[in-house]
């Protein structure tokens, strides 16, 4: 681990891509894959999961081509069908014929498109906040996309993540945009994302009918007073897909993973472990 910093795991060539990966425990392999808020990593998107989730299951979470600490080549073209190759490469890389998906906001996107392009690579799906249909884009999501670093940015970005302003404080924001204006990491988020932004929506969308057909048993989480992807998205997912879920937090908004950390954790849990 490099100079004692928690985000930086392993590094693991994945078809080319070298790529930073959190990978704990041991028995069922779960890959999580974070959000697309500036300055994520796996780790800051699911630090509070991936110790409690690797007491059962062997938990990888990579940061995605483009974000935290995996490379950023030169001429990279950063899309959906890239993130999903990655995922793939991850899974060849590790000898792992399959695993089950966690997706997290863009991060639900990239399940939902590697579990329709290699159905037979995923076992069961947790799609939290995802997206993954077309809507119309939130002026929140767009302020996140459009994130111009600054302290002050980051902390009304912290604000319009959390429900409860209480898990947000100056010392978090702080951290999250230090992390945010380390060497080629705006330059990076920037491009991927320029405005206008309602195209990154439906570039991350899979086709609906791609979605009805999907066998795969589903756990869709959303919070309620999620302001960055409207709850009406998880609705239609869990409408569209045939073996899926809907678990909604009250007092809730596009952490679930924080914000409901333990009864995060004991729902997917629960969800993975079920006999199949």
Request: glycine share 10%; net charge negative.
């Amino acid at each position: 681990m490099e100079s004692g910093n928690p985000e930086i795991g392993a590094r693991i060539d994945c078809g080319g891509l070298g790529v930073n990966v959190h990978d704990q425990g041991s028995g069922r392999p779960v890959v999580l894959i974070h959000g697309s808020g500036p300055g994520v990593s796996a780790w800051a998107n699911w630090r509070l999961i991936i110790p409690a989730l690797a007491k059962e299951f062997r938990v990888i979470a990579p940061d995605m081509a483009g974000f935290g600490f995996t490379d950023r080549p030169a001429g990279f073209v950063y899309d959906k069908a890239a993130w999903v190759r990655q995922v793939i490469g991850l899974l060849d890389a590790l000898g792992l014929e399959q695993v089950d998906l966690v997706g997290n906001s863009f991060g639900g996107a990239i399940a939902l498109a590697t579990a329709i392009e290699h159905p037979g690579r995923v076992g069961r799906l947790v799609l939290m906040g995802s997206v993954g249909l077309p809507f119309p884009i939130t002026p929140e999501l767009d302020a996140v996309w459009g994130y111009t670093p600054s302290f002050e940015a980051m902390r009304a970005l912290l604000d319009i993540f959390a429900y409860d302003r209480s898990l947000v404080n100056d010392e978090l924001a702080q951290l999250r945009y230090q992390a945010s204006i380390q060497p080629g990491f705006q330059e990076c988020f920037a491009a991927m994302f320029p405005a206008p932004r309602q195209r990154w929506v439906d570039a991350l969308a899979s086709p609906e009918e791609a979605i009805r057909a999907l066998p795969h048993e589903t756990l869709v989480i959303h919070g309620r007073e999620d302001r960055v992807i409207p709850l009406s998205v998880s609705q239609r997912l869990a409408q569209a897909i045939g073996r899926a879920q809907l678990h909604v937090y009250a007092h809730c908004g596009h952490w679930t993973q924080i914000e409901h950390s333990a009864r995060f954790t004991k729902l997917v849990a629960n969800f993975l472990a079920e006999p199949r």
